[in-house]
């Protein structure tokens, strides 16, 4: 057991030192040398546990979307597509805002996470995989999520009716510009703040209308119960 622990040590070394040079240099230009040199390894040493630069590549990304999970499923955030969404609805603008500080904190904050988003923004014009996973991490997985709870609250009468993928894009614009221009989340703060209540008093139906839109719905299903059974009752009296 305890020499399993020093053979997986080793390699989050190996995977620390690639992290920080492929984010610095950018990885066409660091060699499995620069790496081994940089954990304090023999290069020998190194394909032990790695079989070359691209497995070592590919590690750093298992890495960071595991410490990511772990992050989430630690907060009771929801991570995967499919997670349970309720925690935001019905809430006060403070928490939603709260939420919002927590799950995109990660992302400003997180020392292995700000360093793998800088290797794939500095690396996407060289490496194929570094643009697949760029693209799909801070654009495309973040558009699908936010579209689907947009269209989830809308459903529920508390943001005004619109096209989810719009408003997600609306929402996640400034945000991702914080992202790329801040260097925490403690100086994207105050222009995050602004960001979240001015795009919550476009949106966001005010709690009084959300109860008078949930006793429409509740009546227009009452209605249809009705005509239901007021349907059934006629089939039945003509079969007799």
Excluded at 141 to 165: H, I, N, T, V
Excluded at 208 to 229: A, F, V
Aim: proline share 2%; charged share 30%.
């Amino acid at each position: 057991m305890e020499e399993k622990t020093d053979v997986q040590n080793t390699k989050d070394r190996i995977v620390t030192a690639a992290l920080a040079l492929f984010s610095e240099k950018g990885y066409g230009a660091v060699s499995v040398r620069d790496i081994a040199g940089k954990a304090g390894l023999r290069e020998s040493s190194l394909y032990y546990h790695f079989k070359n630069k691209q497995d070592i590549f590919d590690t750093i990304v298992q890495y960071c979307f595991k410490k990511a999970e772990e992050y989430f499923r630690t907060h009771s955030l929801p991570f995967a597509e499919g997670d349970d969404l309720s925690m935001y609805q019905g809430v006060e603008l403070s928490r939603l805002e709260e939420l919002l500080f927590s799950t995109f904190g990660y992302f400003f904050d997180d020392p292995w996470n700000v360093q793998f988003r800088k290797l794939l923004l500095v690396n996407q014009y060289e490496n194929e995989e570094a643009k697949k996973i760029y693209r799909s991490l801070y654009r495309d997985y973040p558009l699908r999520f936010q579209s689907k709870l947009f269209a989830a609250l809308m459903e529920l009468g508390e943001f005004k009716k619109a096209d989810p993928k719009t408003t997600a894009m609306e929402f996640y614009g400034p945000v991702f510009l914080l992202f790329h221009t801040c260097d925490s989340l403690e100086e994207a703060r105050e222009a995050f703040e602004k960001h979240i209540r001015q795009f919550a008093s476009l949106y966001r139906i005010p709690a009084k209308k959300q109860m008078k839109h949930q006793m429409e719905r509740e009546e227009q299903t009452e209605e249809i119960r009705i005509e239901k059974t007021t349907e059934r009752g006629k089939y039945g009296e003509g079969k007799l």
